[in-house]
């Protein structure tokens, strides 16, 4: 079957949002999306900001489901279907609204940009020295091949199928998540955990729990980035090395994997330091208080302390122990260029330890929360790899449906 081939322009309506101007802006305050909110193939709605919209700009700059919205700068073309997952959204300027025509299925259409983001189709049309953007009128030239309505629905279909799977398993993944919390704040902070009605509490802390400094009951472990200029320290690189925004991205408790790797000369010649699975990772510079648990055997960049447990059972309560008391870490933080947790100071930090067969019936139930997890997001990494390798074929007309 024959595909037709038109710019974006003639087949979508595309729109960039509002400038951001406290001084100029009036109207209802609203939330809006920026350029950090949007990923590939998805949105992070943490941390959301608002703006003022007046009402003449509600369908300018507002979001219906269905809507791709697309990143104009920072990685240009990173983009998402926005399903209304909050009522009243608006985009901020360095975002481009899409519109679909009646001629094309809105998720033709994403899957269709998704397939040239990750061919590199947008950087001939990219502009700026240091950082990069689509204008509009870049954007306006991109060449959208599309079969009849039909066949697009059947692709998008077949697509979305996977899509779906991802979806649904992070859902999963989220409720473990919040059923781990629970459980610790049930335990640890309402002070309910098994056997509390026998035990006496003074001061808030149960009898046999104490204080303890993070330095004498567990290793605090730097990082370090080999340099970039020497290619044998990153090229066919096995070794996870994470960075801050591998574990800001991640939004889940366990961390598997990391965008980039090095070699095991890379890792020699740096600074950086393996730390094996259970190990405890936190963003100690810039952005402090950001937690995963290793999955597997990692390394990391200066950005992090990695606090590896003494007696690994401690692992998972450290974890959200700490979490717990975040705000707090953050106040140790000192430098005039961007706030940074020494590991010295870091290692002065206390921590409450409940005793060890509390501590121990706590990880056991722990421990399979996050094999559970590790599963989910192993399953992810394979759908979203048969996807990939799906989507090229099907966007080609190469493969019927």
Not at 47 to 76: A, Q, S, T, W
Not at 224 to 247: H, K, L, Q, R
Not at 284 to 311: K, L
Not at 336 to 355: A, N, Q
């Amino acid at each position: 079957m024959k595909w037709t081939t038109k710019h974006l322009a003639d087949v979508a309506d595309f729109y960039l949002g509002k400038m951001l101007d406290e001084m100029k802006n009036k109207g209802e305050s609203l939330p809006y999306l920026a350029n950090i909110n949007v990923r590939w193939g998805d949105f992070d709605l943490d941390n959301l900001r608002k703006m003022r919209f007046e009402n003449d700009e509600m369908d300018r700059y507002g979001l219906k489901h269905g809507d791709i919205v697309m990143c104009e700068g920072g990685e240009p073309g990173r983009c998402a279907i926005w399903k209304d997952s909050m009522p009243g959204m608006m985009i901020q300027k360095a975002l481009h609204r899409i519109r679909p025509h009646d001629c094309l299925d809105h998720r033709f259409l994403f899957y269709s940009l998704l397939h040239k983001g990750k061919l590199g189709g947008f950087t001939p049309l990219l502009t700026g020295a240091t950082i990069k953007h689509l204008p509009r009128e870049k954007l306006a030239k991109v060449e959208i091949s599309f079969p009849k309505l039909e066949l697009q629905c059947h692709i998008a279909d077949t697509l979305s199928a996977y899509d779906d799977l991802i979806e649904n398993n992070r859902r999963r993944m989220a409720l473990l998540e919040e059923a781990a919390r629970q459980l610790y704040r049930e335990w640890f902070v309402r002070l309910r955990f098994p056997g509390y009605e026998h035990i006496r509490i003074t001061d808030g802390v149960p009898e046999g729990w104490e204080w303890k400094r993070i330095g004498d009951i567990a290793d605090c472990v730097g990082g370090g980035t080999p340099s970039t200029s020497v290619s044998a320290y990153w090229e066919d690189g096995n070794i996870t090395w994470v960075t801050p925004t591998d574990v800001t991205r991640n939004k889940h408790l366990v961390l598997l994997d990391s965008e980039k790797k090095i070699t095991e000369v890379g890792l020699k010649a740096s600074s950086a330091k393996l730390v094996p699975a259970h190990a405890i990772l936190m963003t100690s510079r810039a952005s402090v208080g950001f937690f995963a648990i290793t999955g597997r055997e990692v390394c990391t960049n200066q950005g992090f302390i990695s606090i590896v447990p003494q007696d690994p059972t401690l692992s998972s309560y450290l974890l959200f122990h700490m979490s717990e008391r975040v705000e707090e870490i953050r106040s140790m933080g000192s430098g005039s260029t961007y706030p940074e947790v020494s590991r010295g100071k870091f290692r002065e930090f206390e921590v409450l330890i409940p005793k060890h067969p509390l501590i121990s019936a706590f990880n056991e139930q722990i421990i399979e929360i996050i094999k559970q997890i590790k599963i989910l997001k192993q399953l992810n990494e394979r759908l979203r790899a048969a996807r990939d390798l799906l989507l090229p074929r099907l966007m080609s007309g190469e493969i019927a449906v």
